[in-house]
């Protein structure tokens, strides 16, 4: 059992990791880490952003395709916590100066009108959702080489840094087969179903419930939910203009800085 002095110093290396956009090896190559101590690891890495003024707006589930499972490794459906400040706005541009090695993929949000249970139906969650919105994730490891195990990633926050909105719509009746395309510079990227998020991203919206409460922080009224990428993310680079798209729900995108050329 890990006690609250080496949760806080891994937590502070995975965070300080994120600040200085400098990788560091998988937590798993020196320590064994339990699923348990891995979520208490990130409450700890998000307690150090709570305590910079970010304040906690949903969470983001993570391994709900094939795709991402084949892609990264891990088989598990896991969570990770979105701050405010990792936001973007659509059509905003970012720095790739903020990150280490960053991907974008195409995702589903939902956003709550009511707090979930951990044992929540797929009819109860429908009822809670408020609306849905076109969603592009920015993942970006703290591991070197994108490289880590199921716990090294949960200790990660999902490798959550960044998330951009469509804007909302209602929720459809139907969530099943709507197409997801990412974009960049107009050129299709990837290409899936929203059924490749567990069959039914609804489904997704009920894993959440059960993880976050489970992990002591229910789904609260008004926050977001992602419901995972469809596809595998593909990497961020500098000047390139990124755009998904969710058939029958809208779009998003962003841009990223060319980079800055030094002086002569
Ligand atoms: C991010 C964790 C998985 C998703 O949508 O499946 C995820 C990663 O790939 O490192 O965000
Ligand atoms: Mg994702």
């Not at 150090?48 to 906690?56: H, M, S, T």
């Not at 088989?75 to 541009?93: C, K, P, W, Y």
């Not at 990660?156 to 960044?162: I, T």
């Not at 997704?204 to 993310?233: E, F, N």
Request: hydrophobic share 45%.
């Amino acid at each position: 059992m890990m006690n609250t002095d080496q949760i806080d110093t891994l937590a502070q290396a995975l965070d300080d990791a994120s600040i200085r956009a400098v990788a560091i090896p998988p937590l798993s190559k020196h320590h064994a880490v339990t699923i348990d101590e891995a979520y208490r690891i990130q409450q700890a890495t998000v307690a150090r952003r709570l305590a910079r003024g970010e304040r906690v707006v949903g969470i983001k589930m993570g391994f709900t395709s094939r795709a991402k499972m084949a892609q990264m490794g891990v088989h598990e459906q896991i969570f990770g916590q979105l701050t405010d400040a990792m936001r973007v706005d659509n059509g905003a541009s970012i720095s790739l100066a903020h990150f280490i090695h960053p991907r974008g993929e195409p995702e589903l949000a939902f956003l709550l009108k009511r707090s979930l249970p951990a044992d929540v139906t797929e009819d109860e969650a429908r009822e809670a959702i408020q609306s849905v919105a076109a969603a592009i994730e920015i993942v970006d490891s703290r591991y070197e080489a994108f490289k880590f195990s199921l716990t090294d990633v949960i200790a990660d926050n999902a490798s959550a840094v960044g998330f951009v909105l469509g804007p909302w719509t209602a929720c459809p009746a139907q969530l099943l087969g709507l197409e997801m395309t990412l974009t960049i510079d107009g050129e299709p990227r990837q290409l899936g179903s929203s059924s490749e998020i567990l069959g039914d991203p609804l489904r997704s919206l009920v894993a959440a419930a059960r993880l976050a409460a489970q992990a002591g922080m229910p789904l609260q009224a008004g926050w977001i939910v992602l419901a995972g990428a469809a596809t595998s993310a593909e990497a961020l680079t500098a000047g390139s203009c990124v755009d998904a798209r969710v058939k029958g729900i809208g779009s998003v995108g962003f841009r990223v800085h060319a980079e800055a050329i030094p002086a002569a």
